[in-house]
């Protein structure tokens, strides 16, 4: 992309931001998260990935009082009060309201700017990994990691797969 068309997206983009801030505070700022399906428009190779994983699965651990107990879903869910149970994409990359977008998803920058995380932060995994949580043996931050890397490099799709079919 060259400058102009940058710094034109960049425009629109935090137009789009303003009005919405303007528009809804309460709901811009109660709760960011999209969801998982969201992602998954884009990012059909990380989610086949995730969906499978335990992190995916963890609700199925709780019994159903547990399954509303705010205390439990503080790190077995995504956004308890959204709906978002497991932990999901947003929980490592950062809630995705305002970068799930492709133009801004194209922007590293501008995508970091508004919420997006690499993941591959240690402090990511110890807001839920904590001394408390561990379970036989300590958490392991590089063995961790290992287990839930879904990087595909460049096999990602770079639209939304529905775009894509349909030019
Ligand atoms: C409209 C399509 C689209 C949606 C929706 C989308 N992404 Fe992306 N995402 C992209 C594109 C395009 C890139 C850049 C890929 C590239 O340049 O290689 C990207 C890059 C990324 C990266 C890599 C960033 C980096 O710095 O390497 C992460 C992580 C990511 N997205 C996570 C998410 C998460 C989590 C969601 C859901 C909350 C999401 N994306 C939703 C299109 C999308
Ligand atoms: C601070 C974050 C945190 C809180 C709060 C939390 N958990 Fe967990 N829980 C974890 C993590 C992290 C793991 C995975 C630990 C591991 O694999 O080492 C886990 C694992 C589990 C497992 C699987 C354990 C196993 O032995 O396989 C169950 C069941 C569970 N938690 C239930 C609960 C319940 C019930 C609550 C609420 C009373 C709760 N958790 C609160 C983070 C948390
Ligand atoms: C929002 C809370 C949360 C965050 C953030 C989180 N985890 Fe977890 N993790 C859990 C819970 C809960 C479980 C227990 C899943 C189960 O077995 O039900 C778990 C389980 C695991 C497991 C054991 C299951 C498996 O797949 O082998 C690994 C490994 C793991 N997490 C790695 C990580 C890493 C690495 C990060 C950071 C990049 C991370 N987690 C971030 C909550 C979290
Ligand atoms: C437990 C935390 C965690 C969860 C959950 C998670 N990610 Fe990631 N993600 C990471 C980490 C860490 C990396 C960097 C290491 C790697 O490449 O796997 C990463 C990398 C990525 C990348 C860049 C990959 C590349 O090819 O360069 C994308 C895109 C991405 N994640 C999307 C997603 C999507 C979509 C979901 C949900 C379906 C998701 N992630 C769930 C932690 C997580």
């Not at 997206?9 to 998982?36: C, E, K, N, Q, Y």
């Not at 335990?54 to 709780?62: I, Q």
């Not at 700017?113 to 995994?125: N, Q, T």
């Amino acid at each position: 992309m060259n400058r102009p068309v940058v710094l034109k997206t960049r425009a629109v983009f935090a137009l789009r931001l303003t009005l919405s801030l303007i528009a809804a505070p309460t709901a811009v700022w109660a709760d960011d998260h999209v969801g998982a399906g969201r992602c998954n428009d884009c990012h059909r190779a990380q989610y086949e990935q995730w969906r499978t994983s335990a992190h995916a699965r963890t609700m199925e651990r709780l019994d159903p009082a547990q399954r509303r107990d705010p205390r439990c879903l503080g790190c077995h869910a995504t956004s308890p009060t959204g709906g978002l149970l497991g932990v999901q994409c947003e929980s490592c990359h950062g809630a995705g309201r305002h970068y799930a977008h492709d133009p801004v998803m194209r922007d590293r920058e501008l995508a970091r700017a508004v919420g997006l995380s690499s993941g591959a932060e240690p402090a990511v995994c110890a807001r839920c990994h904590t001394a408390d949580s561990a379970r036989l043996i300590p958490f392991d931050y590089a063995r961790a990691l290992s287990k839930v890397q879904h990087g595909v490099g460049g096999t990602q799709p770079k639209a939304p797969v529905s775009a894509q079919v349909s030019p």
